[in-house]
């Protein structure tokens, strides 16, 4: 389990990081959001012991981080960090023997990987003459391949198709079987979604949402109703008061509205209107993020 | 973890050794030495003669000139063997001289001795083309001498006070403070030898800085340092780095060495003697006693030089961690570069100083100390004491660049920001983190 106490960093008289905690248990995947600049890479280098935190500390299963268990952490960072002059294979010999591995056991396990994500023929191959795409394939594995205790998930699916997405989601979903915890970073909402339970969303190195998925969409008091049918009355329903847009998407409207208590109110002003669909979904994560980070800057 | 610092320096030294870069540039470096070495046969291959020697036919009208001229030039020949471009034969002729001048050839010479009533005797210098300038000098030199011997034997000087007067002076030299060198030779010597001597040197180090700080900016760039630092200690990072750096350039400079004998051993057939030109240009240097003094110094030389390049290494790394692109690397390359340079310009000029306080303290100065201190020491100027006054020196700046460097070595390869160079190298010297 990874612990993170009350973490404070200072670069010069810039607040980096301010006042976090969190708690990543054994097969829990943990989602850290926050826009560019938010303190994300210096929580990262914290965990990863690169760094020291001004005030707090880290703790992976109940041991403060540093090169003696440093072994059992994976780090795929945002940028590509790989000696592109190497070989698949070279590169992830050397990596995996930083990890503290043997190389037998490191070819072992590289066929294994690197069958599963479809490369194998590449595994003499220099890392420059791969595609981007299979760079980061490349990237995961060598993170991954000493099968870590933690493991820190920094924009992993960046040039990757779809089909290539979800293979690299099952890899991780099998490591979050294994009991790995994993810290996951993505701009792209949809993914956060899928991954995490439990998440924070930092601004300016302050968490300023913090908890379950589910409870922080519950919480969130706006919703959208998703309505499809003929002849609607959207000039009326733009004046009534709690609706916050009307949007049309395809053959359907998007209703944001304050609070779920507005539903029932638009639901009378349309239900004569030969109605096919009339659905009251969570915001996404993606209008919760804008609407929060926003909130602060304003 | 002393494992991983094993499995770092091994990495880093075989990707030295197996770059296509190590392979061309050795390539290069041997042919360019065995050429060098065998010159001469390079230049007999496509036709020309190095050791072809200059033919001086004499017509003497005075019948009194040749024997002194011919005993003159032997004598300055024997005396200046080293420095004579081209040994020259000298022989009497009774040719005339129109037919002499139809088949002159080459680099051959034709001298006529005529009695003068003003000046006792002139003499006439035949050539197809210019003379070389050495040649020349040596020439009139023998001229001159013959001319005055002439000149006494007509006034009816005894033969054996004109034979006397024309030989040379005997000097018996004598310097009584013996710290200082023996023979002013030396400095010519030094001049001539020493900036070849310490070539290798500045070339191995110039090697040593591309290398650590190519490898360390390369490291960077691609991002791969932050996986590497989140599993060994930047100290070992560095430490690894600077190991396999100076295995490298000692490996290399092994090679040079090697390049050198095969040079040797080409040239005398499988012999592997030093041949005429170097034997004799060896025994110059045992006579001056340069290499008495380069044997005493040998060990504290080693020591000074591997320090150095130590030293070199280290620096080059912390300055590198803080690049983020080759072009900072360039810029980061370009005061090493400078500091070197003046090093061995000032190694090759410190005779000129005449061992002022200035050049001394200069020789302690460490980067420029193990090419500036080993010059002064074999010329004279300084004693065995200062030399080691330079290597505490240079050890001590070394365990502050592993002291204080380090910690900006640590802030400097997790640094990307787009500040310049010597601005960030500046802020992590006063990070806190430091």
Redesign the interface.
């Known amino acids: 389990m990874l612990q993170v106490k009350n973490i404070v960093k200072y670069y010069g008289n810039n607040k980096a990081v301010d006042n976090l905690s969190f708690e990543v248990k054994d097969g829990e995947i943990f989602g850290l959001l926050g826009e560019n600049g938010a303190g994300k890479t210096t929580t990262f280098r914290i965990i990863m012991g690169l760094l020291e935190a001004t005030e707090g500390e880290v703790l992976l299963d109940g041991k403060h981080i540093d090169y003696s268990i440093t072994d059992k952490i994976g780090f795929v960072t945002e940028e590509r960090s790989l000696l592109t002059k190497m070989t698949v294979k070279e590169q992830i010999i050397f990596y995996g023997i930083l990890k503290g591995m043997k190389e037998k056991e490191i070819e072992k396990e590289l066929e294994k990987w690197l069958k599963g994500f479809q490369i194998e023929d590449y595994e003499n191959r220099k890392i420059k003459e791969l595609s981007k795409g299979n760079q980061q394939k490349v990237q995961f594995i060598s993170a991954v391949i000493h099968h870590p205790k933690l493991l820190i998930l920094d924009e992993p699916f960046t040039g990757l198709d779809p089909i290539n997405v979800e293979l690299m989601k099952k890899a991780i979903f099998k490591l979050q079987k294994e009991g790995c915890s994993i810290i996951f970073s993505s701009h792209q909402m949809e993914h956060i979604e899928n991954f995490c339970e439990k998440l924070i969303i930092l601004v300016k190195g302050k968490p300023i949402v913090d908890g379950y998925v589910k409870d922080i969409k519950k919480a969130y008091k706006k919703k959208n109703i998703l309505i499809r049918g003929e002849n609607l009355p959207i000039k009326e329903l733009e004046k009534m008061k709690g609706i916050v847009s009307i949007t049309k998407i395809q053959d359907e409207y998007e209703v944001k509205i304050e609070d779920e208590n507005i539903a029932p109110k638009v639901f009378q002003k349309i239900k004569n209107c030969n109605i096919t669909k009339y659905d009251v979904t969570e915001p996404t994560l993606n209008e919760i993020f804008i609407a929060k980070v926003g909130e602060v800057h304003e | 973890?002393s494992s991983?610092f094993w499995?770092?320096t091994k990495?880093s030294l075989k990707k030295k050794v197996k770059s296509k870069w190590f392979l061309g540039v050795n390539i290069m470096l041997a042919i360019v030495i065995i050429a060098l070495i065998n010159i001469n046969s390079i230049i007999a291959f496509f036709g020309g003669d190095f050791s072809e020697k200059v033919k001086i036919m004499v017509i003497d009208k005075t019948e009194l000139s040749y024997p002194i001229f011919k005993a003159s030039m032997d004598e300055l020949q024997k005396l200046n063997e080293d420095t004579f471009t081209q040994e020259m034969k000298i022989t009497k002729t009774a040719k005339p001289q129109k037919e002499l001048e139809k088949n002159l050839k080459g680099n051959n010479i034709v001298i006529v001795f005529e009695n003068d009533d003003k000046n006792y005797v002139t003499a006439k210098v035949i050539s197809k083309e210019k003379i070389d300038n050495t040649t020349y000098q040596y020439l009139s030199q023998g001229l001159n001498t013959t001319k005055s011997a002439v000149a006494l034997a007509k006034t009816n000087v005894d033969p054996n006070v004109l034979a006397k007067v024309t030989s040379p002076m005997e000097i018996e030299r004598v310097i009584l403070n013996n710290q200082k060198s023996t023979d002013e030779n030396m400095e010519m010597i030094m001049s001539t030898i020493f900036p070849t001597l310490i070539l290798p040197f500045f070339m191995l180090i110039i090697f040593l800085v591309q290398m650590i700080g190519g490898e360390i900016c390369?490291?960077k760039t691609?991002?791969?340092?932050?996986?590497?630092?989140?599993?060994?200690?930047p100290k070992i990072h560095l430490l690894s780095k600077v190991l396999a750096s100076n295995i490298f350039i000692i490996t290399q400079g092994i090679l040079l060495i090697l390049y050198a004998v095969i040079g040797l051993l080409i040239s005398t057939k499988g012999q592997l003697s030093l041949g005429e030109n170097i034997s004799s240009l060896l025994k110059t240097l045992i006579d001056t006693g340069f290499t008495t003094k380069l044997w005493s110094l040998l060990p504290a030389a080693i020591i000074m030089l591997i320090l150095s390049f130590i030293a070199y290494s280290l620096i080059a790394g912390i300055l590198a961690s803080m690049t983020t692109n080759m072009e900072d690397f360039q810029q980061i390359q370009t005061p090493i570069m400078l500091v070197l340079l003046a090093g061995y310009y000032l190694a090759i000029m410190a005779g000129m100083f005449n061992g002022s306080l200035l050049i001394r303290i200069l020789s302690y100065v460490p980067f420029i100390s193990c090419l500036v201190a080993p010059s002064l020491y074999i010329i004279g100027q300084t004693t065995m004491m200062d030399v080691l006054i330079s290597i505490i020196v240079l050890i001590i700046v070394i365990a502050l660049m592993i002291k204080y460097g380090l910690k900006v070595y640590k802030v400097g390869i997790?640094n990307y920001s787009n500040e310049k160079i010597w601005s960030r190298f500046a802020k992590a010297l006063k990070?806190?983190?430091v």
Not at chain 2, 222 to 233: C, F, G, Q, R, Y
């Open positions: 973890m991983k499995y770092l990495q390369e490291e691609t991002k791969s340092m932050e996986i590497i630092i989140s599993n060994v200690s997790l990070s806190k983190d």
